[in-house]
């Protein structure tokens, strides 16, 4: 069975304005990097508020990869879409950044409920180590029709 390792996050902040784009940055620090590897386990890096769309996210990690011949990749989604917003990434293998490369989080359509942006790591760390894990998340009110 999979574990969700929650972060502490705020509400995330909503908007009445479809032009009004908001960005919500919330960080985890983790002890070591195989706290997500054993079994596909993901951290909630963010929410997504009901009614809102996403238009664009940011993941700043740390180097949570030691090794000299490193391993880790990581992506970002939501809960039935695990790789919506960064298909895969291996900005943990040196530390980085990673920005959204999928179109489907573009289009990902508004839900009527509040969504978790989860970051899952795919690959594990060849030597892991602790570190941090950032996600700026920018989205906006669903355009009225």
Same mark, same amino acid.
């Given at each position: 069975m999979?574990?969700?390792i929650?972060s502490t996050?705020?509400?995330?902040?909503t908007?009445?304005?479809a032009?009004?784009v908001?960005a919500?940055?919330?960080?985890?620090?983790?002890?070591?990097?195989?706290?997500?590897?054993?079994?596909?386990d993901?951290v909630v890096?963010?929410?997504?508020?009901?009614?809102?769309?996403?238009?664009? %996210?940011?993941?700043?990690i740390? $180097?949570? /990869?030691?090794n000299?011949?490193?391993a880790?990749?990581f992506?970002?989604?939501? =809960? +039935?879409d695990?790789?919506?917003?960064?298909?895969a990434?291996?900005?943990?293998q040196?530390g980085?950044v990673?920005?959204?490369d999928?179109?489907?989080?573009?289009r %990902?359509?508004?839900s009527?409920s $509040?969504? /978790?942006?989860?970051?899952?790591?795919?690959?594990?760390?060849?030597?892991?180590? =602790? +570190?941090k894990?950032?996600c700026?998340?920018?989205y906006?009110?669903?355009?009225?029709?």
């Amino acid at each position: 069975m999979n574990t969700v390792i929650e972060s502490t996050l705020q509400p995330a902040p909503t908007s009445t304005s479809a032009a009004q784009v908001l960005a919500v940055r919330h960080e985890r620090q983790m002890a070591t990097a195989t706290e997500l590897t054993a079994n596909g386990d993901t951290v909630v890096v963010g929410k997504l508020p009901k009614g809102h769309v996403v238009v664009d %996210l940011v993941v700043d990690i740390d $180097d949570l /990869d030691s090794n000299g011949a490193p391993a880790a990749v990581f992506k970002v989604g939501v =809960s +039935g879409d695990d790789d919506a917003f960064i298909k895969a990434s291996t900005a943990a293998q040196a530390g980085g950044v990673a920005r959204l490369d999928n179109p489907d989080g573009i289009r %990902l359509a508004a839900s009527d409920s $509040d969504r /978790d942006i989860i970051f899952t790591m795919t690959t594990a760390p060849a030597t892991d180590q =602790s +570190g941090k894990i950032g996600c700026t998340l920018f989205y906006k009110a669903k355009p009225k029709p």
